[in-house]
């Protein structure tokens, strides 16, 4: 089956700074990925969609100048959470699909915690 | 919008019990998902309805679409242990842009108790 890869698994940083979180398509081309918040004992909330080579669409209430994300190739998506607070702490979880229309596959998350 | 509502929200029963999770959409769409998720995991993909009238079964766990009624059903047979964690439906949601978008049931904690 496809797999997706994200990395760091989980991840502790200072408030203020910044931490950048990769999504990886290892066996297929991703033409879109999306990226997922979610907090403890909730679902996922969509945030942002991104396809290679274009800017990403962000969700409502999603703010695009904290969340960057970037999709430069189609195996690597990153999303960039800038100036992180407490609040920020959650699982992002990003997903992958090779042609629209077909299942998107998952990766296995990232626990951030900003202290 | 398209809503999607899973019922129960939770879930405690016994080993070898029979139970059915319930997954309602308020909008027509053509794909739905369960997934699996375990404590501090990402989603497992359990199966994936494309069409109305779809059954699949993997193990004990069978999972049904009705797009008429815009109705999914998880069903759960002879409970197990291992068959404990949190179950979400998701819905494929065509955009009026026109791209597209899972959207999540709020998803059910299931506990199988011995």
């Known amino acids: 089956g496809a797999v997706v890869s994200q990395h760091p698994s989980w991840v502790i940083c200072k408030s203020g700074t910044s931490v950048k979180i990769e999504c990886r398509s290892l066996d297929f081309q991703a033409t879109t990925m999306f990226w997922y918040r979610q907090f403890p004992k909730q679902s996922l909330m969509l945030m942002a969609t991104?396809?290679?080579?274009?800017?990403?669409?962000?969700e409502q209430g999603v703010e695009k100048d904290k969340f960057l994300i970037n999709h430069a190739s189609l195996t690597l998506s990153t999303l960039t959470v800038t100036s992180a607070h407490p609040e920020d702490s959650s699982f992002y979880i990003c997903s992958a699909e090779d042609s629209p229309d077909t299942e998107a596959f998952f990766g296995q998350g990232t626990r951030l915690t900003v202290v | 919008e398209l809503k999607v509502e899973q019922n129960p929200l939770f879930l405690s029963m016994q080993e070898g019990k029979n139970y059915t999770i319930y997954c309602n959409y308020s909008t027509t769409s053509d794909r739905l998902y369960w997934y699996r998720q375990d404590p501090g995991k990402s989603l497992e993909s359990l199966f994936v309805l494309l069409s109305n009238g779809a059954v699949k079964q993997e193990g004990r766990l069978m999972a049904s679409l009705d797009t008429k009624a815009r109705l999914s059903t998880l069903h759960i047979t002879a409970a197990v242990h291992d068959l404990s964690a949190t179950y979400f439906c998701?819905?494929?949601?065509?955009?009026?842009?026109?791209?597209?978008?899972?959207?999540f049931g709020k998803g059910t904690k299931l506990t199988v108790n011995p």
């Open positions: 991104s396809n290679e080579g274009s800017k990403a669409t962000y």
């Open positions: 998701a819905v494929d949601l065509i955009t009026q842009g026109g791209s597209e978008k899972l959207v």
